[in-house]
């Protein structure tokens, strides 16, 4: 039986098939909920279908797009859309997320989440898009900031005013990913809590935090295959105070799984940072 919607707060982990079988063999978790990435589940049976069911036996489920193409030139993939609706109907979702960002080029998906030019074209479109996949999902939407390694041509304003400026157009929600902020922060040289402060918190419905990489003196890369660094947590914290409400906040693990048990504990120092904030 699905969780009630109203189950999913505090503090949740990315359920991943190599997290999986440690998340469900545990007799207790940090985590009150559990985001999966409809993309590698719909039309899948099998182990991984099994997988997904038992875990929603236990946790509340929320759903992260990966290839939504929400600011992309290419038509809309309603074949896929339909099938997520289907999954977000079964697993009570109330709300679809996807990154703020362009997934495909001349058609071909690139398994790349491309930065956009920070113009008013690119918030029109992303932010007509964003409305449509609202308005056939019949769900709310919320988009999320997403790293980058170079700046598009065109851009004429910051980050966080094309972000507020889709934001508005688009009447959706945030997914605010603080490590995001942090990597883009540092391999662009400015200030993340400026960043942070510059945005419309009030339109924040989840949060995510990862672990990065540094590849380079000057480059951060999101790898979501690393803890989470100190100075992340010290910028999830400075955001906590801010938000004008309780939101759900997820840990994302894609890679070099730890033992769960290191996972559970940056779990509880998530909910500790939370609790302070509150």
Known sequence: ??????????????????????MLSAPQSQARFIEVCPENYVGVGGRRARLLHAARERWPVVCHGLCGDLAGLAPMQMEL??????M???????????????????????????????????????????????DFLELP????????????PGGEMTEPE???????????????????????????????RDYIDALPLERVIQIHV????????DILLDTHAMPIADPVYDLFAYTMERLPRDVPVLL?????????????????RLRSIMEAAS
Not at 81 to 86: H, N, P, R
Not at 174 to 191: I, M, P, R, W
């Open 1 to 22: 039986m699905t969780q009630p919607i109203d189950a999913i707060e505090g503090v949740g982990l990315g359920f991943r098939l190599g997290l999986a079988d440690a």
């Open 81 to 86: 859309l339909t099938q997520v609706k289907a």
């Open 88 to 134: 977000l109907k079964e697993v009570g979702a109330r709300w679809y997320s996807d990154h703020l960002c362009m997934t495909h080029i001349a058609g071909a998906e690139i398994h790349e989440l491309l930065p956009l030019p920070f113009n008013g074209e690119a918030v029109r479109r992303t932010a007509q898009r964003v409305r449509q996949v609202q």
């Open 141 to 152: 939407m919320a988009v999320e900031n997403v790293s980058a390694y170079g700046d598009m």
């Open 162 to 192: 094309f972000v507020t400026a889709v934001l508005e157009e688009a009447d959706c929600g945030l997914l605010l990913d603080v490590n995001n902020v942090y990597v883009n922060a540092f391999n662009f040289g400015f200030e993340p």
């Open 210 to 217: 990862a672990g990065h990489f540094q590849e380079a003196p």
């Open 252 to 268: 994302e693990r894609d890679g070099n799984f730890p033992p769960l048990s290191e996972l559970e504990d940056e779990l509880i």
